[in-house]
């Protein structure tokens, strides 16, 4: 049986397993999210931002795993729709780091602007749940994806660091940096094989961008008022020190 990304499916046991090593790097992305969610949960960080990030990596665990299983393995089996599940869970995950960024960055965001970008991160939820769940297209949930990690995670936590230089903001913009290579591989369609397709970049990508999440959740501090640098350095200085590590502030010698 072919699959429309090209991947033959395979028997096991009598049972047909379609696109099976998209299937496997699905699962290997809920391998990921569940061993964050485990350490983090152990770690048990106070605070609703915390609270979120594990929710993100419940959420997309559920959502990954649903999506390998559902989505890919025995999709002939149960039909188009039951893509939706994974689609509509995945968005929820995206909702909840979103939601955990605004409340991280509250401290160096105008109060008025952190409510609206609160509602925002609920209206477009809501309105791209919608859309999908009437088209069955996919495009809707990478534009989903793509405007809560490019216009909402990256430039709260770039802001974030930028002001701070919280370590665990830096790596969770440089993540999302990052993690924009699945959507290149995913749309290009460039992969290195048939056992190893564009889905299964982009899904490497992916669940090596899930990591380094978890590291930057390892990192993230909730901000006090005396970690705000009025000196923060130029814009250009900030990113510069992102790429390079630096956790230095121009006059701060307190941060090296």
Not at 134 to 145: D, E, M, Y
Request: glycine share 6%; net charge positive.
């Amino acid at each position: 049986m072919q699959s429309d990304s090209g991947q033959p499916s395979i028997e096991v046991f009598d049972i047909t397993i379609m696109e099976p090593m998209v299937t496997f790097t699905d699962l290997w992305i809920t391998s990921v999210c569940v061993y964050a969610f485990y350490k983090l949960a152990k770690l048990d960080k106070k605070g609703k931002v915390h609270q979120y990030i594990r929710w993100y990596f419940l959420i997309m665990a559920i959502a990954t795993f649903l999506g390998g299983i559902l989505g890919h393995a025995f999709q002939y089996a149960v039909g188009l729709s039951w893509k939706l599940p994974g689609w509509l869970i995945s968005m929820l995950a995206v909702m909840a780091i979103e939601r955990a960024s605004i409340m991280h960055a509250q401290p160096v965001i105008n109060d008025k602007f952190g409510k609206f970008l609160e509602v925002a991160n609920l209206v477009e939820l809501l309105t791209f749940a919608v859309i999908t769940f009437t088209t069955l297209n996919f495009f809707f949930i990478q534009v989903h994806s793509a405007y809560g990690l490019g216009l909402v995670v990256l430039p709260l936590h770039f802001l974030v660091y930028w002001r701070t230089r919280n370590e665990g903001s830096r790596i969770f913009f440089l993540t999302v940096i990052f993690a924009t290579l699945a959507a290149f591989f995913y749309t290009s369609e460039i992969g290195i094989h048939k056992w190893f397709n564009h889905l299964d970049v982009a899904h490497t990508v992916m669940a090596i961008s899930m990591y380094f999440f978890y590291r930057g959740a390892l990192k993230l501090e909730i901000l006090k008022p005396e970690d705000i640098k009025e000196d923060k350095g130029t814009f250009w200085d900030a990113l510069k020190d992102g790429f390079k590590g630096s956790q230095k502030v121009k006059g701060h010698s307190d941060l090296k």
